[in-house]
């Protein structure tokens, strides 16, 4: 059974950076797409950011982009997500989530997920 644990997220001001990283519990992330959701209260889940098995194609949220970076290390079966200029519509809980197909934005289309873990972005 593979597990995807999500570090703890935290508050931060706006403005701020924190940094997000999900383990798998095995060897796993290697050959799987990685991504990262979030989803805010009263709101349907979104996509952020997802990065290729190689780690050599990303693609962001148009809401994220140029502010997040999503990056993997194979060798320690880890991926995280860099947030920087975090603004209060930050705020949500984030996941992290695996699938075997090429990167997607499609949440359906991932079939592992990560317990998810709150960010909250103060004003």
């Known amino acids: 059974q593979v597990q995807l644990v999500e570090s703890e997220g935290g508050l931060v001001q706006a403005g701020g950076s924190l940094r997000l990283s999900c383990a798998a519990s095995?060897?796993?992330?290697?050959?799987?797409?990685m991504g990262w959701f979030r989803q805010a209260p009263g709101k349907e889940r979104e996509f952020v950011a997802a990065?290729?098995?190689?780690?050599?194609?990303?693609y962001y949220a148009d809401s994220v982009k140029g502010r997040f970076t999503i990056s993997r290390d194979n060798a320690k079966n880890t991926v995280y997500l860099q947030m920087n200029s975090l603004k209060p519509e930050d705020t949500a809980v984030y996941y992290c989530?695996?699938?075997?197909?090429?990167?997607?934005?499609?949440?359906?289309?991932?079939?592992?997920w990560g317990q998810g873990t709150q960010v909250t972005v103060s004003s």
């Open positions: 095995r060897l796993f992330l290697s050959r799987n797409t």
């Open positions: 990065i290729s098995w190689s780690g050599r194609t990303t």
């Open positions: 989530a695996a699938t075997a197909l090429a990167p997607t934005t499609v949440a359906d289309e991932y079939d592992y």
